[in-house]
Structures are given as C-alpha cells and as structure tokens.
C-alpha cells in the first residue's frame, strides 16, 4: 500500500514563473492539506482539501492555490513565484478527522 | 508570533540513555498535541500524541508527557538509540476547530551517539 506520494521531488524556477506540485494521497484517505516548510522552520499550514473543496486557509496569499480531483489526489499552484517561496512543501492526508495525517516526502522548490 | 516553541534546536545524547525533548505553547485553545520525527529527504511520520485531558501517554520507548498548566509538554525516549537521530517536531491543534491545521514548533535536532 503506497503512502502519500508527492511529485516532482525537486523542481528549479525564477522569479515570477509559475509552479504545480502534485500529490496523491495514501490510499483510502479523502482529505489533503498542504504544508511549506522553510529552511530551520517547521511546516506552515498552507490550506486543506475536502471534497474538492478548500476548507480552510492558512496565512498565505492568494498566489497560492489549489485543486483536489475526484480521485482525492490534489494540486497546489503558485503564481508569481519570489525568492521567499523556496521551500520544502509537503502534503499530508488522512481518512477521518480523527486519524493522524500521513506525511508525504514532499517537493522541494528552488526560486532563483 | 510563534504559538509552539521548541526552544532547543540540537540535542546530543549517548546511545542507551534518556532523551528529552522539550516544546512550549502559548494558545491556551490547543488541545491536542503531536510529536513527528523526520528524517532527511522524507516528510514528518508520526510518532505519539496526547489530548489534553490527559498529562501522560506512553508507546514503547516514547513517552510525551503535559503540564497545561505551565503549558509545556516533553518527549521521552529511552532508551535512546542511533536510529532516532532526526528532527523532531512538536505540533498543536485546536480540535474545536474541525480543522486538520497543524501548528508545529521550528524542530529540535537529535543526536543519538555510540
């Protein structure tokens, strides 16, 4: 049974150039949130998907946005790429509200 | 403003020992907490919880213990073994929420030596 699989594992981008990570999450769980963890930071909460719908929000601007499939599987897209959004961004997800989230290994985003 | 604080970032212990890592919250509507380890070029795995009903739990080696009170709580391992060199991660949620927001501290660096 494949856990929380994230793609690309690495991806290189300048500024002001858009990106989507991917993620599908661990088998039989319809829920997913996304983190971005910066360098000597713990993850931030970025939002979370629930039937293809965001249900709740982080501190975090518009540029970023996402989408969940009918498959469960979910995207987060980020517009107008700066140097700041370097980081490490994980997705997680869980089956019900009182499961533990399953991490994924995540995307590691670069911004030159 | 940082809500969860681990205010060591390194830990060095010798192999067979008590490990214990520390973190600190500031919310008061926290009510359930988590430990995750994390190893290089892989995402956080949970390790243990606890609800703030309760002031202890226990799972083999680990043990997070919770003083709402002094709204701090700890992580217990022992006996400590190479393995557990990682980052570990102490992160908050307010169940009231109905929310899977996590807040997590910025990571506590273990090393487990011989």
């Known amino acids: 049974d494949a856990g929380v699989t994230q793609s690309p594992t690495h991806l290189i981008k300048t500024r002001g150039q858009q990106v989507t990570l991917r993620c599908s999450p661990k088998s039989g769980h319809d829920t997913v949130s996304w983190y971005q963890q910066a360098l000597g930071q713990g993850p931030q909460f970025i939002f979370q998907?629930?039937?293809?719908?965001?249900?709740q929000r982080g501190n975090f601007p518009d540029r970023f946005s996402g989408h969940q499939f009918p498959n469960y599987s979910s995207e987060l897209n980020v517009n107008a790429l700066l140097l700041g959004d370097s980081a490490l961004y994980l997705c997680a997800s869980r089956a019900d509200r009182r499961e533990t989230q399953y991490f994924g290994p995540g995307t590691r985003l670069l911004v030159l | 403003d940082q809500q969860v604080k681990q205010n060591s970032p390194s830990l060095s212990v010798q192999e067979g020992r008590i490990s214990i890592l520390n973190c600190d919250y500031t919310?008061?509507?926290?009510?359930?907490f988590l430990w995750y380890k994390k190893y290089p070029a892989e995402g956080p795995t949970f390790l243990i919880s606890i609800s703030s009903i309760k002031d202890k739990n226990e799972d083999g080696r680990f043990t997070v213990f919770l003083n709402k009170s002094a709204k701090h709580l700890s992580l217990h391992i022992v006996p400590s073994q190479p393995g557990d060199s990682a980052v570990y991660f102490c992160?908050?949620?307010?169940?009231?929420?109905?929310?899977?927001?996590?807040?997590f501290g910025t990571g506590t660096r273990l090393q487990v030596f011989p």
């Open positions: 998907y629930y039937e293809e719908e965001e249900r």
């Open positions: 919310n008061s509507m926290f009510d359930y």
């Open positions: 992160a908050a949620s307010d169940l009231s929420e109905n929310t899977d927001k996590l807040i």
